[in-house]
């Protein structure tokens, strides 16, 4: 199980090198992109915030992390990941260090944003190490490993962070999380090998432009499905769903962080479960993309209804928003799949900028159209506020999952390898570009 220049090695040792060390970066970065939302209560109390502040104040983590990408991206790919990783890590740490001691809007935001840029290579990063070792065939189905391990620590960020407040405050949660980032860095400068490639291969990678990912045909039908409801997936879930239990629903913030928690844990298995189901389809000749499109027609579904604002349904809905949110994570595989092994570091980093750009619009757009409508005086937006949010939302994921319905109206006689659907592996483009990534140095 090894990817095409980098030795063979045993599935327990690409594994423990290699999947975990990377991995655990990933589980840093969703805990920490989430976990405004169950310190919601605690930060409005420490600080002078408005909500539109902690909107914009944790979309910032967006905002930063996907400034960053074409730079990583381009690092990734020239450095290697090990090298690369470590080094924002360390960023990361600082970032998470001075939000632990920020006692304004400014410092928050700031420290935030430090905070985003540090752990805008962490997906990457684990992509890009795992696309150099092992197989083309097994990518979906490690990813979705991958995306579970993320869906871990979003999980982490719930109910574990809660209980943890019964033994420190927020700043210590976040001093916590600083030494964490550091000892992940370690681990991975330890533990992962350098991902070695002939020289000639990588030189071609580094004079193919990222604009060249933009350009291909599959990376812009793949887009054209999936980024809109990516985007939602990330910016919804990252503060507003908790926010639309308390106001909506009447939970309570013990009660919000329970369906959040379970929320996540439905990440975990929905990304597990996607990935041998996209596998289990490839068996049959349903490719990713038309597997991506059902889930996302039913993720529309969800929006739907929770903009229909049925309290008793809220619970169920809200977890099931973020089941479905999963199949989101198949456009990674899809571009990894399509394009050469020498431009996956690129190809994640130009799916990241645009995945969170939006999801930065989305979260700060849902804030603002919340902010239509007055405070009640118990500090509530009304219902009718997320009916409409939600429903900006669903409207603006349908053309996109219609243009993909007529096109494969228009296609249904023509084999998807034969119209250049997405989805599979393309041979010649791998063979173009066999050499992976620059060794770590």
């Known amino acids: 199980m090894h990817g095409a220049g980098t030795p063979s090695r045993s599935g327990v040792a690409v594994f423990c090198l290699v999947f975990l060390p990377f991995a655990l970066g990933h589980y840093l970065s969703c805990l920490l992109r989430g976990v405004n939302a169950v310190l919601m209560t605690e930060l409005l109390a420490s600080v002078a915030l408005t909500p539109a502040q902690l909107g914009l104040l944790t979309s910032a983590f967006f905002l930063a992390f996907a400034l960053v990408q074409l730079p990583v991206g381009m690092a990734l790919d020239r450095h290697g990941p090990r090298t690369v990783q470590v080094w924002l890590l360390a960023l990361a740490a600082v970032g998470v260090w001075l939000f632990s001691r920020g006692h304004s809007f400014a410092e928050l935001m700031w420290a935030r944003a430090i905070m985003g840029a540090g752990l805008g290579g962490c997906f990457m990063a684990a992509v890009k190490a795992i696309s150099c070792a092992i197989a083309p065939a097994r990518l979906p189905s490690v990813h979705g490993y991958l995306i579970a391990v993320g869906g871990l620590g979003a999980a982490t960020a719930t109910m574990p962070v809660k209980l943890a407040l019964h033994y420190t405050d927020w700043r210590g949660v976040f001093l916590g999380l600083a030494l964490a980032a550091l000892a992940i860095g370690c681990l991975i400068r330890l533990l992962s090998p350098a991902l070695p490639a002939p020289a000639a291969a990588a030189g071609k990678a580094g004079k193919v432009s990222v604009w060249s990912v933009y350009r291909d045909a599959a990376f812009r039908r793949t887009i054209a499905l999936i980024l809109l409801p990516h985007t939602v997936f990330f910016g919804v879930q990252g503060l507003w769903i908790g926010r639309w239990l308390a106001d909506v629903g009447g939970l309570s913030d013990d009660n919000v962080a329970y369906l959040l928690y379970l929320g996540m844990a439905a990440v975990i298995f929905g990304a597990i479960g996607m990935g041998m189901l996209t596998e289990w389809a ?149 063979e173009s570009g066999q050499g992976n990534a620059a060794p770590d140095r």
């Open 282 to 430: 490839a068996r049959r000749g349903i490719t990713p993309m038309r597997l991506a499109a059902a889930g996302i027609a039913l993720f529309i579904a969800v929006q739907l209804g929770m903009a229909c604002n049925s309290v008793p349904s809220l619970p169920l809905l809200s977890v099931l928003f973020t089941l479905l949110g999963t199949v989101t994570g198949l456009e990674y595989a899809i571009v990894a799949q399509s394009m050469p092994a020498s431009l996956t570091g690129r190809a994640a980093t130009c799916l990241n900028l645009l995945i969170f750009t939006g999801a930065f619009l989305v979260q700060a757009g849902f804030g603002l159209i919340l902010g239509c409508w007055p405070l009640n005086s118990q500090q509530q937006y009304p219902p009718q506020a997320y009916q409409v949010a939600f429903g900006v939302l669903a409207a603006l994921q349908l053309p996109g999952l219609a243009l993909f319905v007529m096109r494969r109206g228009r296609t249904a006689s023509t084999a998807p390898a034969a119209n250049g659907e997405p989805g599979y592996a393309r041979p010649s483009l791998r």
